[in-house]
């Protein structure tokens, strides 16, 4: 269900890292605990942040929740479609509904993040499964 190349951060995000490189976004899990997306807020590229600082919001239909960067790093993209199309957060939040691509300044943080198999296990004792 959780890509294997992935990382994810116990706040339900997923970093893959492709050279220093890191694409950020919400997990599948996210996304349903949140319901329908209608808009996102993003930052800025050029905008820098620490690991686990928020980065930006996903407002549903249900709450407003902040979104954290699981790395630091700067911004070197967003993804555009995002501010016209919030809805691929439900349908695709592991492949077309990545949220920024950050330039990672601390690639040690990826080692301090669960796999996939580690995130399925923190999700069942979360939801006490």
């Avoid at 930006?56 to 070197?76: H, L």
């Amino acid at each position: 269900m959780y890509p294997e190349e992935y990382r994810y951060s116990k706040d339900h995000e997923w970093i893959l890292d492709q050279g220093g490189i890191g694409t950020i976004g919400i997990t599948d899990y996210a996304q349903k605990e949140l319901g329908d997306v209608v808009y996102v807020d993003l930052p800025e590229v050029g905008d820098t942040f620490e690991a686990n600082e928020p980065f930006g919001q996903v407002e549903s239909v249900k709450a407003v929740s902040e979104i954290f960067c699981p790395v630091s790093g700067e911004v070197v993209e967003i993804n555009k479609k995002l501010e016209d199309a919030p809805e691929l957060i439900n349908e695709s939040p592991h492949q077309k509904a990545w949220m920024i691509k950050v330039r990672i300044s601390n690639p040690d943080e990826l080692k301090e993040l669960l796999s996939a198999k580690g995130y399925e296990e923190y999700i069942q004792e979360q939801s006490g499964a």
